[in-house]
């Protein structure tokens, strides 16, 4: 099956470098964690069908902090990621 509109209607609300920085969630949030090359940004861009609020760069391991996107249901979270997959 192929959706040719977005899943979510989404915004990107700020990067944040701790924890206590971050809004407080009203819904529920899913984070995306996982190695430095895994594809965590790739496959949020993908999600939200919005290439230009998810930046996503040619070289792993350039997430350095927690950029929090907001959508009508929940919040998703992409976290810097952590050594690199073989």
Known sequence: MHLD???FSAKFIGSFSAPNQMPIPNKPEFFFIGRSNSGKS?????????P???KVSKNPGH??????FETDLC????????????
Request: glycine share 6%; hydrophobic share 45%.
């Open 5 to 7: 509109f977005p899943l």
């Open 42 to 50: 790739s496959f949020l861009r993908a999600l939200l069908k919005n």
């Open 52 to 54: 230009s609020i998810v």
């Open 63 to 68: 997430t350095k902090t927690m950029n929090v």
């Open 75 to 86: 919040y998703f979270v992409d976290l810097p990621g952590y050594g690199y997959a073989k």
